[in-house]
């Protein structure tokens, strides 16, 4: 299954995320904006960071889990690895701890100024696989550059 995928956008940068799990969905968001910010670029997991989160809706959640990334970049200079682990419950709340490195240590292609509700959306669709029933996320972002 593909991790995401970029889409057409004129001035911005939009993406769709996907996951069996809603965590899966936001980890690959996160590395969606990961990408965007610095493209393939490899960066050591160096350093760890957690976030943790409580909004009203998904949505919201997301919005605010992609924010709080950009702010690390910008206040602490932290630059995303990976998501070693992800917990989203019942009530909206988040808990993350991600990886990363010193942002200086690296090249940007693409500075990110904020993540936008336009065109946000999360999904979830039964998808048939072998006669097998399961479930899978889509995210849709859209990031101002």
């Known amino acids: 299954m593909k991790k995401f995928k970029f889409l057409e956008h004129t001035a911005d940068v939009k993406f769709q995320a996907f996951g ?7 980890e690959n968001s996160a590395l969606a904006l990961k990408q965007t910010i610095c493209d393939n670029v490899k960066v050591i997991a160096s350093k760890k960071k957690t976030i943790n989160l409580k909004q009203k809706d998904l949505e919201s959640l997301l919005y605010n889990f992609l924010e ?9 200079n932290f630059l995303i690895a990976e998501i070693s682990k992800i917990k989203i419950d019942d009530k909206f709340n988040l808990r ?20 936008t509700y336009n065109d946000m959306s999360i999904t979830k ?13 889509t995210i849709q972002v859209v990031l101002d550059v």
């Not at 069996?20 to 936001?26: G, L, M, S, V």
């Not at 709080?68 to 602490?76: F, H, K, Q, T, V």
């Open 125 to 137: 669709e039964k998808i048939s696989d072998y006669g097998r029933h399961k479930e899978l996320w």
């Open 20 to 26: 069996r799990e809603i965590e899966e969905a936001f």
């Open 68 to 76: 709080e990334i950009l702010y690390l970049l910008d206040a602490e």
């Open 96 to 115: 993350a701890t991600i990886l990363g490195d010193d942002a200086s240590e690296y090249e940007f292609t693409n500075p990110v100024k904020a993540v």
